[in-house]
């Protein structure tokens, strides 16, 4: 069932998506011009189809060969993060191989309290010995009442590519689920959260 009537709105149209990676692609291939290859980390599941866009974006922009890994952190599951939330453990379940002195780009759907991103970018440096790690999100959301360590976290993830700012609304899409929701829809939508509540 596609359960349409849980969508408010479409946030940002398939046609911008598709300029905004185009965009992203070209300015990674101007960025890795003196690369033999560009080394991609997606976080699973979200980043996949944000992932393989931007890597076909790369290599129609001139840029250097492109290799997918992946990385899987737990936080989520089908859960939603509660509001003022002051701190999240983050699992990583999957892990990269051959990283040891690549520059590599971490690859996400979006940019919300980054716990998880924080947690990846210094496993992959640390224990994966990646030489540096840039972030590219498609979505990097603007929030509303962070807390103190959220603030502290978001201060030290600044990526490095963005697609779009949104604002602190829940959102769909483009790889991007709500509780495994939408996740193949070609846009970006607003949700509409009551069906998502419980209790």
């Known amino acids: 069932m596609r359960h349409t009537e849980r969508i408010e709105k479409t946030l940002i149209s398939e046609e911008r998506v598709q300029r905004r990676v185009a965009e992203l692609g070209a300015e990674i291939a101007r960025d890795f011009a003196d690369h033999d290859t560009v080394h991609m980390i997606g976080v699973l599941k979200g980043a996949f189809v944000f992932m393989a866009d931007l890597g076909r974006a790369v290599w129609k922009a001139g840029g250097p060969d492109v290799r997918y890994d992946f990385v899987r952190a737990s936080t989520y599951g089908t859960a939603v ?19 040891d002195g690549k520059d590599v780009i971490l690859v996400e759907d979006i940019l919300d309290q980054g716990f998880t991103l924080a947690r ?22 603007e929030l509303a009442h962070p807390s103190a360590q959220v603030q502290a976290v978001r201060r030290e993830l600044v990526p490095d590519y963005t697609g779009f700012r949104v604002p602190d609304r829940w959102v769909a899409g483009c790889g991007l689920d709500v509780a495994e929701e939408f996740r ?5 939508v607003v949700v ?3 069906f998502y509540r419980h209790g």
């Not at 993060?81 to 990283?99: D, F, H, N, Q, T």
């Not at 193949?184 to 970006?188: Q, R, S």
């Open 184 to 188: 193949a829809l070609p846009e970006v």
């Open 120 to 141: 990846i970018r210094a496993f992959l440096l640390q224990e994966c010995g990646a030489r540096s790690v840039k972030l590219c999100v498609l979505l990097d959301k």
């Open 81 to 99: 993060k509660s509001a003022g939330e002051v701190a999240r453990e983050v699992r990583v379940e999957m892990v990269p191989s051959k990283l």
């Open 192 to 194: 509409r959260e009551e």
